[in-house]
């Protein structure tokens, strides 16, 4: 996998890992907390299936602004040849 100059927010990690510890999160939202903070001070980049899921996500207008605020946080670090 390439690398990414891009990195996930104090902000949205500090969001993601509350998302991790709170029991009334979604499994997709602690799945998109657990991908934003593996790219917080790296230079991980988001995977093919994560990438979807989180488009998904944003596609979706019943979707909490939660799960927006991750998603385009992991979408953001993609691979743009995908």
């Known amino acids: 996998m390439a690398g990414n100059s891009k990195q996930t927010s104090t ?45 998904r996500a944003l596609d979706n207008s019943k979707s909490a602004p939660l799960t927006k605020t991750l998603a385009g946080s992991v979408v953001s670090q993609s691979n743009k040849k995908r």
């Open 11 to 55: 902000r949205v990690a500090t969001v993601a890992g509350k998302t991790l510890q709170s029991s009334g999160a979604s499994s997709l939202q602690k799945s998109l907390a657990g991908s934003a903070l593996r790219q917080a001070g790296s230079t991980a980049q988001t995977g093919a299936k994560t990438e979807d899921m989180a488009s």
